[in-house]
């Protein structure tokens, strides 16, 4: 088999286009024998120098700019576009299922109770659009109140933060209480948070956050931490690659018949976790909990920042969320206890102390109770460890 030379124009700044690559580079090893060319890119950047000298058998780009369309239509030889932006026709291309991702994110807010729901996008991402017209049929269809905000893209020359934030914020200070926001990608729910904590508005509690691509650094990094729709961005990449391949073998390819994939899930974060409250009360007492659950409080914690007596807060909460203010102190402390044994190496102690017990055996037994397992039992059957 031949030696192809194929490059790769897609950036590698986010988690959505390091998942493509992913898929690519699965492909590759698997499937063919190919030279791949990859250069560090920025989204929306003008055309790499390289790309007009580069000489090769095939790439998989990311066309998001028309500058970068022109210049990938004088090249010779087969190509596949990642993007959905559609800036150059004619060739094959692949994208996520907008209509798909739209339902993950009515159903997660219809699930958790929330009738007034919202968008916040980008209108200089085709993909953004789409999702808006996707998010708001759906909405008017469950009979729930539907508002949106967009932003100055984030590419135009006009684009500065500090003015998009005023605006943002005056959104969202004229929203109803309780409200779910669709973030377009984990960019922009980011910029919806870091608005939100400088308002002192509780996420979420008042304001529920989802944002779309699952990019961990800007989930995790995020307060409170991001709740977001996992797209299968390692299947695209790969059955683009795929796609390629063929093409590079003299196979004609249907340009107008798109690899459209489906998203995997929601990867649930504290910014969705919770019930659309419009007792406001009951929805301080769970922003309470949710801030402090760590750090071992009690139900009488609860009552020095709430003016309700013990009964009434036990009465309405277990109305209003479905169990004890002392079971949601505890099913917070084991949901932060699995994230930790899932996603790092600390050891069972050290988890003990960061979530609130005093001993690891505490915790040991706390944790048998609820899961049925051991700590090391579900790390093991999370992470695949023998």
Not at 16 to 27: S, V
Not at 180 to 196: E, K, N, P, S
Not at 220 to 235: A, M, V
Not at 237 to 259: F, V
Request: charged content about 25%.
């Amino acid at each position: 088999m031949s030696r192809k030379s194929v490059a790769l124009l897609i950036e590698t700044s986010n988690g959505y286009c390091r998942g493509l690559l992913e898929g690519i580079i699965a492909y590759a090893k698997h499937h063919a024998n190919w030279s791949i060319h990859l250069r560090e890119q920025e989204r929306g950047a003008a055309p790499p120098l390289w790309l007009k000298s580069w000489r090769g058998d095939g790439i998989i780009a990311r066309i998001e700019t028309g500058t970068i369309a022109a210049e990938l239509k004088k090249l010779p030889f087969p190509k596949v576009d990642l993007s959905a932006a559609r800036h150059l026709k004619g060739i094959p291309w692949a994208d996520t299922d907008d209509e798909a991702i739209s339902r993950l994110a009515i159903e997660h807010f219809a699930e958790r109770g929330f009738r007034n729901v919202a968008y916040c996008g980008d209108p200089g991402f085709a993909w953004s659009n789409a999702r808006r017209g996707c998010f708001r049929r759906m909405a008017h269809q469950r009979e729930c109140q539907f508002f949106e905000h967009h932003v100055t893209h984030r590419y135009d020359p006009n684009f500065r933060w500090d003015d998009e934030k005023n605006r943002m914020a005056n959104w969202l200070r004229q929203l109803p209480r309780p409200v779910a926001i669709m973030g377009c990608y984990d960019f922009q729910a980011q910029q919806v948070l870091d608005v939100c904590r400088e308002l002192a508005i509780a996420v979420p509690e008042e304001i529920a956050v989802l944002g779309v691509d699952n990019d961990h650094l800007i989930c995790e990094l995020s307060e409170p931490s991001l709740s977001s729709i996992i797209p299968d961005t390692k299947r695209t990449g790969y059955e683009a690659a795929e796609q390629l391949d063929r093409m590079m073998a003299g196979e004609t390819i249907a340009s107008d018949l798109p690899l459209i994939t489906q998203p995997l899930g929601i990867q649930v974060r504290q910014s969705t976790d919770t019930l659309a409250i419009e007792d406001v009360q009951i929805a301080a007492a769970l922003s309470y909990i949710r801030r402090n659950a760590l750090t071992n409080i009690r139900v009488k914690d609860i009552l020095d920042h709430v003016p309700l007596s013990r009964r009434a807060l036990e009465h309405r909460f277990a109305q209003i969320v479905g169990h004890t203010p002392h079971q949601e102190i505890a099913r917070v402390r084991m949901e932060r206890v699995k994230v930790l044994l899932r996603e790092t190496d600390l050891p069972i102690g050290e988890i003990a102390i960061r979530t609130g017990f005093e001993y690891s055996e505490y915790l040991a037994a706390a944790f048998k109770r609820d899961s049925g397992k051991t700590p090391s039992e579900f790390r093991n059957s999370e992470t695949g460890c023998l």
